[in-house]
């Protein structure tokens, strides 16, 4: 295998490339949780054939730029996929994947991106859609802890504290019990200006109406313990693809669950094989069309 770095429209990117000569087909992971944190799963890739690249998006950790959730996903994608196909080593044909955050930005590519720019299937895990999304239940119900610890983590931020919202509330039990809402900031402690602004997004579902006009093949996965499987299925459901896969299992966000009494070895569930077998079966056209789901 090789490896090297690069900048993508001045964006931090890691390359991981088979062994022989190629060209190969691509897998093309954005995301805003670091890059590095991905070497294992682009190994996986290239082992088995793929192009492997990673993208900090713009704004966090190694990329320059200002971090605006949701903004610049579809033209700093745009931009990635073009310079990819454009390499020696990229036989054209392209797979954009993720889980939550990283999974919206696979999904603007194959419903936002210029049609030269789109990829040739989808793997979107736990898809966090967009603001308005993640920010209320489908019935409007606000999902304060989840949002609260997002921002804390990441929001208005270039790197991560996955643990800012739980030190804040050993400090103060009582902190999402205090009103107004958009006053959470000053009670955590640090600056966070998109903060208010997240709680006047109503464009809901606009992802989801996008993808009945979708054309490249999609998997998508979720959890039953996840706080965007009904996201999760609405995008299945929709998807105008030709071929649409659902796999849903007793998981949480971090596809990740603790075995029952009677789970054995059998039980255990490989997504990265999955995740293979799907793309390379995607790319060469022996998916059967259609809508299909499993439960896991």
Same mark, same amino acid.
């Not at 993508?8 to 995301?31: C, I, K, N, Q, S």
């Not at 802890?145 to 103060?172: C, P």
């Given at each position: 295998m /090789?490896?090297?770095? /690069?900048?993508?429209?001045e964006l931090a990117t890691d390359v991981l490339l088979p062994a022989g000569h190629g060209p190969f087909p691509t897998v093309l992971v954005r995301t805003p949780y670091d890059r590095t944190r991905h070497e294992a799963e682009a190994r996986g890739w290239a082992r088995r054939g793929f192009a492997a690249v990673v993208q900090d998006v713009r704004g966090r950790f190694a990329s320059p730029g200002e971090w605006h959730p949701y903004a610049h996903e579809a033209a700093d994608g745009t931009a990635a996929v073009r310079w990819i196909r454009q390499q020696p080593w990229s036989d054209g044909r392209l797979v954009a994947a993720g889980a939550?955050?990283?999974?919206?930005?696979? *999904?603007?590519?194959? *419903?936002?991106a210029p049609q030269d720019a789109r990829p040739d299937a989808v793997v979107a895990a736990v898809p966090a859609l967009g603001l308005a999304e993640t920010v209320r239940e489908a019935s409007g119900v606000e999902r304060l802890l989840s949002r609260a610890g997002w921002w804390a983590a990441h929001g208005d931020r270039r790197d991560s504290d996955e643990m800012a919202l739980n030190k804040a509330l050993a400090e103060d039990p009582g902190l999402l019990a205090h009103l107004p809402l958009t006053a959470l900031p000053e009670r955590l402690g640090r600056a966070l200006p998109s903060w208010a602004g997240l709680w006047l997004?109503?464009?809901r579902g606009r992802l989801v109406a996008r993808a009945a006009h979708a054309g490249p093949p999609l998997l998508a996965v979720g959890g039953h313990h996840d706080h965007f499987t009904e996201e999760t299925v609405a995008l299945w459901r929709a998807w105008g693809g030709s071929s649409a896969r659902l796999l849903l299992g007793p998981w949480g966000h971090p596809l990740t669950a603790a075995p029952g009494p009677d789970a054995g070895p059998a039980h255990r569930l490989n997504l990265g094989e999955l995740y293979v077998r799907w793309a390379r079966r995607a790319l060469t056209g022996d998916l059967a069309p259609g809508r299909h789901g499993a439960l896991a």
């Amino acid at each position: 295998m /090789t490896a090297f770095s /690069t900048a993508v429209e001045e964006l931090a990117t890691d390359v991981l490339l088979p062994a022989g000569h190629g060209p190969f087909p691509t897998v093309l992971v954005r995301t805003p949780y670091d890059r590095t944190r991905h070497e294992a799963e682009a190994r996986g890739w290239a082992r088995r054939g793929f192009a492997a690249v990673v993208q900090d998006v713009r704004g966090r950790f190694a990329s320059p730029g200002e971090w605006h959730p949701y903004a610049h996903e579809a033209a700093d994608g745009t931009a990635a996929v073009r310079w990819i196909r454009q390499q020696p080593w990229s036989d054209g044909r392209l797979v954009a994947a993720g889980a939550s955050y990283a999974a919206h930005c696979a *999904l603007v590519l194959a *419903l936002d991106a210029p049609q030269d720019a789109r990829p040739d299937a989808v793997v979107a895990a736990v898809p966090a859609l967009g603001l308005a999304e993640t920010v209320r239940e489908a019935s409007g119900v606000e999902r304060l802890l989840s949002r609260a610890g997002w921002w804390a983590a990441h929001g208005d931020r270039r790197d991560s504290d996955e643990m800012a919202l739980n030190k804040a509330l050993a400090e103060d039990p009582g902190l999402l019990a205090h009103l107004p809402l958009t006053a959470l900031p000053e009670r955590l402690g640090r600056a966070l200006p998109s903060w208010a602004g997240l709680w006047l997004q109503r464009d809901r579902g606009r992802l989801v109406a996008r993808a009945a006009h979708a054309g490249p093949p999609l998997l998508a996965v979720g959890g039953h313990h996840d706080h965007f499987t009904e996201e999760t299925v609405a995008l299945w459901r929709a998807w105008g693809g030709s071929s649409a896969r659902l796999l849903l299992g007793p998981w949480g966000h971090p596809l990740t669950a603790a075995p029952g009494p009677d789970a054995g070895p059998a039980h255990r569930l490989n997504l990265g094989e999955l995740y293979v077998r799907w793309a390379r079966r995607a790319l060469t056209g022996d998916l059967a069309p259609g809508r299909h789901g499993a439960l896991a």
